[in-house]
T-cell receptor, first 109, second 116 residues
Framework: AQSVTQLGSHVSVSEGALVLLRCNYS??????LFWYVQYPNQGLQLLLK??????LVKGINGFEAEFKKSETSFHLTKPSAHMSDAAEYFC???????FGKGTMLLVSP | GAGVSQSPRYKVAKRGQDVALRCDPI?????LFWYQQALGQGPEFLTY????????KSGLPSDRFFAERPEGSVSTLKIQRTQQEDSAVYLC??????????????FGDGTRLSIL
């Protein structure tokens, strides 16, 4: 069965700094991959997805992720953090979404 | 609005009671999913419908959990004889695609269930 691992339950950055949230998947067959963001007391909002084709995927709010088959990774990045990016981020795989445990992004002024 | 709507937003029940959670998917969306999100955890898959057919219920934790989507639109997740470990946020998502994973799932805001 597919599994998704997110390294770091919490990541803290300063406003304007680079954001890097890590995600690794277990399948030997490249799965569909997604990043979702969840704000308090809300559902999940899709940031970006990888299905096939270009391995660098651009999403909303300036986020992007790169699919690296050799590393079984799909890390999420943003060049410059904004206070409004503070939220919980989930990496997920496959059609009946297998989620990681989430990473809380904290942004300090 | 045009998003996935879940009701109620909050539900408190006593242990042993039955509860029913409702999901109104986006109009025209074929696929509907239920997830359970425990505190501090990622969502976990419960069950999946394609139209009115329940194609996958492998994530339902016990036979106390039952989901239906009789007309291929609104879905209800029912939990019988609730236990404290059922306390969680229950998320519903819908997708236009017929389960091929290429189309993203759109999530509702969830129902927060608390069992006393």
């Amino acid at each position: 069965a597919q599994s998704v691992t997110q390294l770091g339950s919490h990541v803290s950055v300063s406003e304007g700094a680079l954001v890097l949230l890590r995600c690794n998947y277990s399948s030997s067959v490249p799965p569909y991959l997604f990043w979702y963001v969840q704000y308090p007391n809300q559902g999940l909002q899709l940031l970006l997805k990888y299905t096939t084709g270009a391995t660098l995927v651009k999403g909303i709010n300036g986020f992007e992720a790169e699919f690296k088959k050799s590393e079984t990774s799909f890390h999420l990045t943003k060049p410059s953090a904004h206070m409004s990016d503070a939220a919980e981020y989930f990496c997920a795989a496959d059609s009946t979404l297998t989620f990681g445990k989430g990473t809380m992004l904290l942004v300090s002024p | 609005g045009a998003g996935v709507s879940q009701s109620p937003r909050y539900k408190v029940a006593k242990r042993g009671q039955d509860v029913a959670l409702r999901c109104d998917p986006i109009s025209g969306h074929v696929s509907l999913f239920w997830y359970q999100q425990a505190l501090g955890q990622g969502p976990e898959f419960l069950t999946y419908f394609q139209n009115e057919a329940q194609l996958d219920k492998s994530g339902l934790p016990s036979d106390r959990f039952f989901a239906e989507r009789p007309e291929g639109s609104v879905s209800t997740l029912k939990i019988q004889r609730t236990q404290q470990e059922d306390s969680a946020v229950y998320l519903c998502a819908s997708s236009f695609a017929q389960g091929n994973g290429n189309q993203p799932q759109h999530f509702g805001d969830g129902t927060r269930l608390s069992i006393l």
